[in-house]
């Protein structure tokens, strides 16, 4: 009786599977291999390695290599139960040994990897490395024999699991690669400035360091904040980028950046700023070895932004967006300046209230995240106290895992000081930190303030103490100086 031909399953990802030993066997998705498939495996070698990364080269592209890798990873990662520690043996095998079969779409994608990512990765089985020449071309290992191929080296089980480590390590290589620093444009913006390094990136907008070519002026560098408008809805994003460009020009205070001009092109508008290389108040935190800045530091950074910030709001100006990462040095030892007014409106009168929601979320005051409206110089303090208490400590009074946990918080609006915070500036953020609004300082208000203006004072002091002499130390009792004329309890 004739033996019923088995079908093959074409879920699986090809009809075809390499031994980890390098044997090519005919693949039965259905059941155990046939007789025909053992003579076949058991006869001379005729398909040697080069068969095998040929079938592979064709795999490559295939759309089912996706699929069997992410079956592969799975097969690894699926945890395994005490029964099942064994490691599954092939049926029927030509030389009777229980290997392993790793199909051939996964060894064809991974060297592929390895190839892109430029070096093999150390403690990769010699399986997924294809042999080479000493020019770098493939080349081909003749059987021996015996009639195996070459490789014998099987990977166990924690070998599978660095094959799929070094693969996923190669392709976060190969996408690494990819991701190169933006290549200045060519030509000249507004036939003056030449864009020569590439700054960062924010909401809306490139930031590019640029070189004034005008004769006598090469030594000119600026900022050019480049809005691309066919990215976003662009109609929109011009009204925000002019009104942005010409709040900044209304706004001269040795605290906020300078805008000198604007241009505007078919595909781009570009705004030329003043060009700050100190770094953020943030890159300045990260780099400290202990956390947070010395108060004489932090005094004169929090006089200097609260003075820019002051004078915005007298104008009727609200920034919206005050943080750490839009407060940057002139120079490494320079002085503060606030930017990125991308979300500054200016109000019709001190009153006028707000109910767009924007701003970075660990910045937002607690009437902002509890959706109400709210007054646009009174989330600006909120933030500017968020700013002093991450200059004095390191870290953001109010954080969460998720956004959620954050929102929590912030409208509880409870907070801790760490340890080495001295009292006076503890008063300040805890006034300007405060869940109703209104009562919160105003930013004339925490200029006043005796941690804002002690050094100040305690110049003064030194000097009055230096003009006129102590008076001697009284040998009267204290209640008898009470009873004595108020000039005696002057001079006492």
């Given amino acids: 009786m004739t033996p019923e031909p088995r079908h093959h399953d074409d879920s699986c990802p090809e009809h075809e599977s390499v031994d980890v030993e390098g044997d090519p066997l005919p693949h039965a998705c259905g059941g155990p291999a046939t007789a025909a498939g053992i003579s076949a495996a058991t006869a001379p070698v005729a398909r040697g390695p080069s068969a095998v990364w040929s079938q592979a080269d064709k795999l ?206 078919p595909f781009k508008f570009h705004i030329v700023l003043e060009l700050l290389t100190g770094g953020s108040l943030r890159q300045l935190l990260v780099s400290q070895r202990s956390p947070g800045l010395d108060e004489v530091t932090c005094r004169n950074l929090f006089e200097q932004i609260c003075g820019g910030l002051r004078f915005c709001h007298g104008r009727n100006i609200v920034h919206r967006d005050l943080k750490l990462e839009n407060i940057i040095l002139e120079s490494p030892t320079g002085p503060a300046k606030i930017i990125d007014f991308g979300f500054a409106l200016q109000l019709r009168s001190f009153e006028q209230r707000l109910r767009v929601f924007c701003g970075t979320p660990s910045y937002m005051a607690p009437e902002l995240v509890m959706g109400k409206e709210y007054s646009g110089f009174c989330t600006d303090m909120w933030a500017l106290g968020i700013v002093l208490f991450g200059m004095l400590t390191g870290r953001l009074p109010f954080e969460g895992q998720t956004e959620s946990q954050l929102f929590s918080k912030i409208r509880r609006g409870t907070f801790r000081f760490p340890d080495g915070v001295s009292e006076l500036p503890q008063r300040l953020i805890s006034g300007i930190l405060r869940i109703d609004a209104p009562t919160r300082s105003t930013a004339s208000q925490a200029l006043q303030h005796r941690w804002v203006t002690q050094q100040a004072n305690d110049t003064s002091e030194g000097q009055s103490q230096q003009s006129v002499p102590r008076a001697r130390p009284s040998s009267v009792p204290a209640y008898m100086r009470r009873l004595r004329s108020p000039l005696l309890q002057v001079h006492s």
């Avoid at 043996?89 to 190839?115: D, E, K």
């Avoid at 190669?170 to 933006?182: E, H, T, V, Y």
């Avoid at 590019?208 to 904040?225: C, L, N, Y």
Wanted: hydrophobic residues 35%; positive net charge.
């Fill in 60 to 265: 490559e592209n295939s759309p089912k290599t996706a699929e069997c890798l992410a079956r592969l990873e799975a097969m690894v990662a699926r945890p395994r139960s005490a029964s099942a520690t064994r490691r599954p043996s092939r049926p029927s095998s030509a030389h009777g040994h229980p290997f392993q079969r790793m199909p051939l779409t996964s060894i064809a994608f991974a060297q592929q990897a390895m190839q892109r990512a430029g070096a093999a990765t150390p403690g990769v089985p010699a399986v997924l490395q294809r042999p080479q020449s000493a020019s770098g071309v493939p080349t081909v290992q003749r059987p021996s024999s015996a009639g195996a191929v070459g490789v014998t080296q099987r990977p166990s089980s924690a070998g599978a699991v660095r094959q799929i480590q070094a693969l996923k390590e190669a392709k976060r290589c190969m996408s690494a690669g990819s991701l190169q620093r933006p290549t200045p444009p060519h030509g000249l913006v507004g036939e003056k400035y030449r864009m020569v390094h590439y700054l960062g990136k924010g909401t809306s907008a490139q930031v590019w360091e640029a070189v004034d070519e005008r004769e006598g002026k090469s030594d000119r560098k600026v900022a050019i904040k480049v809005f691309d408008k066919h990215k976003g809805n662009w109609p929109s994003r011009s009204k925000q980028a002019a009104r942005e460009a010409k709040l900044l020009q209304a706004l001269n205070h040795p605290a906020i950046v300078k805008v000198f001009e604007t241009f505007d092109a």
